[in-house]
C-alpha cells in the first residue's frame, strides 16, 4: 500500500474514531437529560402524594374528600396504581391497563425503573406512602424514544458525511504533504539512472521533509567528494607508479641484454631493480590501506597512550639506529590500536627521514595528542597546507625516497578518530 494511501486511511480513521466518540457522547447526554426530566416529574408526583397521604384514596375512588386531583395528573398521559397493605391493589377508573404490583418490601424512597405493559414503553416509579400503601406511577417513553431515535439518525448521517469528508481531505492532505518526498524519490531516481552527483534537491522550510532534502544533498555531496577523490587517488597513484616502473623496465631490458654488461653491472642493475621492486610493494601497501581503509574494522580499545609510542619508538630505533627520545605522559585513550600504532610509525619514519646524522627525533606526549619533532631543514610555509595531501611532495622532497603516501595516511587515522593533525616551525629549526 502506498504511503500516501496509508496516510488517508489514518486520517480518516482517526476522524471515524472521534465521530463515533462525539456521536455517543453527544446521544448519551441527550438521552440524560430527557430522561431526567421524566424522572424529576414522576419523583415529585410521588413525594406530594407523601405529603397529601389522606387525600389519595379519593383518587382512587375512595370516598375521602380533599385529593388535589390535578396537581396529581400534570401528565398529558399517566398511569398509576396504589397497593393497600392488604395487598390489593387500585387503579384509577379508564386506566387502559395495571401496572405491575411493586415489592411488598418497598421503601419510602422512590425506585426508578423502566417497564414495558402491553407494548408500551413506561418509566415507572414507585414509593411507600404511609399509613395506605405504595403508589407507584407511570409515565410512556413514547416521545423520548421517539426523539432519541431521530437524534440517532441524525448523527449517524452526520458521522458518515464527517467521515467520507476525512476520507477526501486525508488524500488531499497526504498528497500535499508527500510532494516533497515525490520530488526527493524523483531526484535519487535521476541520480541513480544518470550517476550524475551534482545535482541537488532544493531546500524549502525547516520541517522534517525538509531536512530530509538537506540530508540527501548532503550525501550526494559527500558521495560526489568520494567520487573525486577516488579519481584522484587513481590518477596520482598512476603517476607515482609510472616512475618505479620505468625505472624497473630498464633495469631488467639491461639484464636481459645477452652480452656487454660486466658481472659487477649486472650485480647493480639487480640491487636496483630489488630496491625497485621493494618501493613498488611499499607504495602498493600503502595505496590499499587509503583505499580500503581496513583499519576502520578494528574495535576500539582502551589504550595507554604512552606505551603505545614508547613500542613505535623502539621498533623506529631498530628500523633505523637513530636516538629517540619520548617525554610526557599521553593518558588512556580510546582507539584502534594497530591504526593509531601505523600513524605514529608514519610520523616516526617522516622524522628520520628529515634529520640529519646524530640528531635524535623528539616525542612529546599531553593528553591524546602526540608531536613528533625533527631536526631538519624544516618545512616552508607555502608547503605545510599540503604536507598532508597524497602523494604531495615540495620541491626539496622530490630527491628524497618515499611514496608520498605516509603523512596523508597519518591525517586520514586521525580523523577517523575524530582527531586532527598539524605542522609546524620547531623552535631552534626542524618541524614538528
Known amino acids: 500500500m502506498k504511503l500516501r494511501s496509508r496516510i488517508a486511511i489514518a486520517a480518516a480513521s482517526a476522524v471515524v474514531v472521534a465521530v463515533v466518540l462525539v456521536t455517543l457522547g453527544t446521544y448519551v447526554v441527550a438521552r440524560r437529560e430527557l430522561r431526567s426530566e421524566i424522572d424529576a416529574s414522576l419523583v415529585e408526583r410521588v413525594r406530594l402524594a407523601q405529603r397529601a397521604a389522606d387525600d389519595i384514596r379519593r383518587f382512587f375512588s375512595v370516598p375521602i374528600i380533599g385529593f388535589p386531583v390535578r396537581r396529581i395528573a400534570q401528565f398529558d398521559t399517566a398511569y398509576y396504581l396504589l397497593t393497600l397493605p392488604s395487598g390489593e391493589s387500585l387503579s384509577p377508573p379508564g386506566q387502559p391497563f395495571d401496572l405491575p404490583t411493586p415489592d411488598g418490601e418497598q421503601g419510602s424512597d422512590p425506585e426508578l425503573s423502566d417497564i414495558w405493559v402491553e407494548g408500551v414503553h413506561l418509566r415507572m416509579v414507585s414509593a411507600r406512602v404511609e399509613p395506605i400503601g405504595i403508589l407507584t406511577v407511570a409515565r410512556p417513553l413514547a416521545e423520548v424514544d421517539q426523539a432519541l431515535a431521530g437524534l440517532a439518525v441524525s448523527l449517524v448521517a452526520i458521522g458518515g458525511i464527517a467521515s467520507l469528508l476525512a476520507g477526501v481531505a486525508g488524500l488531499l492532505i497526504g498528497r500535499s504533504a508527500l ?61 607515482e607508479l609510472r616512475t618505479p616502473l620505468t625505472a624497473l623496465r630498464m633495469n631488467v631490458e639491461m639484464l636481459a641484454r645477452p652480452v656487454g654488461i660486466s658481472d659487477e653491472v649486472r650485480r647493480e642493475l639487480v640491487a636496483a631493480a630489488v630496491e625497485e621492486v621493494e618501493a613498488l610493494s611499499a607504495l602498493v601497501a600503502e595505496l590499499i590501506d587509503l583505499a580500503t581503509d581496513r583499519h576502520a574494522e578494528e574495535p576500539m580499545t582502551a589504550v595507554d597512550l604512552g606505551e603505545m609510542v614508547a613500542e ?76 598532508f595531501d597524497r602523494f604531495y611532495r615540495a620541491d626539496a622532497a622530490r630527491a628524497m625516497p618515499g611514496s608520498g603516501l605516509g603523512l596523508s595516511i597519518v591525517k586520514q587515522i586521525a580523523e577517523d578518530h575524530g582527531g586532527s593533525v598539524f605542522v609546524e616551525e620547531a623552535y631552534g629549526g626542524g618541524a614538528v
Open 179 to 239: 510532494r516533497p518526498i515525490d520530488d526527493l524519490t524523483r531526484a535519487a531516481e535521476h541520480v541513480a539512472e544518470t550517476q550524475q552527483l551534482a545535482q541537488r534537491i532544493e531546500v524549502e522550510g525547516e520541517d522534517e521533509v525538509a531536512r530530509l532534502a538537506a540530508s540527501f544533498n548532503a550525501m550526494l555531496a559527500a558521495l560526489e567528494e568520494s567520487r573525486l577523490q577516488q579519481r584522484r587517488l587513481v590518477r596520482d597513484a598512476g603517476h
Open 312 to 387: 613505535a619508538a623502539e621498533r623506529c630505533r631498530r628500523r633505523s639506529g637513530r636516538e629517540v627520545v619520548v617525554a610526557g605522559d599521553g593518558g588512556t585513550v580510546r582507539v584502534r590500536r594497530s591504526a593509531v600504532a601505523r600513524a605514529v610509525d608514519n610520523l616516526l619514519d617522516n622524522a628520520v627521514k628529515w634529520s640529519p646524522e646524530g640528531t635524535p627525533i623528539e616525542v612529546s606526549l599531553a593528553s591524546g595528542r602526540v608531536a613528533v619533532r625533527d631536526h631538519g631543514p624544516g618545512i616552508a610555509a607555502e608547503d605545510r597546507p599540503k604536507v
